[in-house]
């Protein structure tokens, strides 16, 4: 009879035979959880010794644990890592006839996200002040809805100025191209909205369509996001007495003039590559104009349209 497997031995079977399905950036995720987390508190013990109480004692032990800069683990960070956690004993517990312990054990809640997205005032105040050398990374950005990655990866071949559209193809992260996208739904096209289509064709225009990549660092090298963050995104806000907010805001602020603008949600998910509008409504709801009622107006306004005599009704009933 084969001897079954300890944890850190069937891991390592799992990212191989697994990791095929993941990008680049997922699996280097995977692995810095196993590294850091999992290895370190199961590594050594028998896949199918791991009980319900170990995983339970681990989760708390991840609540009471420092990251980085000395401040604890969020509940997201801890939620990750138990996701990892739970798809590998999954696996483990098909393969070898076992209940994985992990089965029905709820995430921690999180609290709800907090975006800060610019003010129109705002976005014209950083435009003029970015290094012109990142002004149409920092205009497209904006009016485009792109992730980091998306919109670092962006090449001139996925800009379709015929059909005034940025074909979502791929990311660009931690120095490396992936194909496809952190989703099924990130896959897909984004049509030229505002200032897009006249800011990419000044850019091509201006030479720099000799790279690949549609953005750039100075000196031709891929995006870098550390460095645009610490080098030119944060002095510019502070030289503007903006208070800091992460570039990842950019995207916030696409989702936020959308929905205030009063676009159908779902077609604002589809143009961010949601799946569906739940994490919109989660993220954006003081965003979205009805939302931001809370009075009844309307449903008042509808149902002006809609007559209804209940004393008609009461007198058919006794016909």
């Known amino acids: 009879m084969t001897a079954l497997p300890n944890f850190q031995t069937f891991s390592a079977l799992w990212t191989e035979q697994i990791g095929v399905e993941w990008r680049r950036g997922h699996r280097e995720g995977v692995q810095q959880i196993l590294d850091a987390h999992l290895l370190p508190a199961f590594g050594h013990q028998s896949i199918t010794r791991i009980q319900r109480e170990d995983i339970y004692a681990f989760r708390a032990a991840l609540a009471g644990r420092s990251g980085r800069h000395g401040r604890a683990l969020s509940a997201s960070r801890i939620n990750k890592v138990m996701t990892i956690l739970g798809q590998l004993m999954a696996e483990a517990s098909i393969?070898?006839?076992?209940?994985?312990?992990?089965?029905g054990i709820r995430k921690l809640k999180q609290p709800k996200p907090d975006v800060?997205?610019?003010?129109?005032?705002?976005?014209s105040r950083i435009v003029e002040a970015i290094d012109p050398h990142f002004r149409a990374?920092?205009?497209?950005?904006?009016?485009?809805?792109?992730?980091?990655?998306?919109?670092?990866g962006l090449k001139w071949r996925y800009v379709d100025f015929e059909g005034r559209k940025i074909k979502v193809r791929g990311i660009f992260s931690s120095g490396h191209d992936d194909v496809g996208g952190k989703t099924l739904g990130a896959v897909r096209d984004v049509p030229f909205l505002g200032p897009?289509?006249?800011?990419?064709?000044?850019?091509a225009d201006a030479g720099r369509a000799e790279s690949d990549y549609v953005f750039t660092m100075?000196?031709?090298?891929?995006?870098?996001?550390k460095n645009f963050t610490n080098r030119i995104w944060n002095p510019a806000l502070k030289q503007l007495a903006i208070a800091r907010?992460?570039?990842?805001?950019?995207?916030?602020?696409?989702?936020s003039l959308m929905l205030g603008a009063?676009?159908?949600?779902?077609?604002?998910?589809?143009?961010?590559g949601h799946g569906s509008t739940e994490m919109l409504f989660t993220t954006y709801a003081k965003f979205i104009p009805n939302l931001r009622r809370e009075n009844g107006s309307g449903i008042r306004e509808l149902l002006e349209q809609f007559s209804f005599d209940a004393s008609?009704?009461?007198d058919n009933a006794h016909a």
């Open 137 to 152: 990374y920092v205009v497209v950005r904006i009016f485009s809805g792109l992730r980091t990655g998306e919109i670092d």
């Open 262 to 272: 009063g676009e159908d949600p779902s077609y604002v998910a589809k143009l961010m």
């Open 196 to 203: 897009v289509e006249s800011t990419l064709r000044y850019h």
């Open 95 to 103: 393969r070898y006839g076992f209940e994985s312990p992990t089965t």
């Open 245 to 255: 907010r992460r570039p990842y805001e950019m995207r916030h602020t696409f989702a």
């Open 312 to 314: 008609r009704q009461e």
């Open 218 to 225: 100075r000196g031709g090298t891929p995006m870098c996001a």
């Open 116 to 123: 800060q997205p610019f003010s129109l005032e705002e976005v």
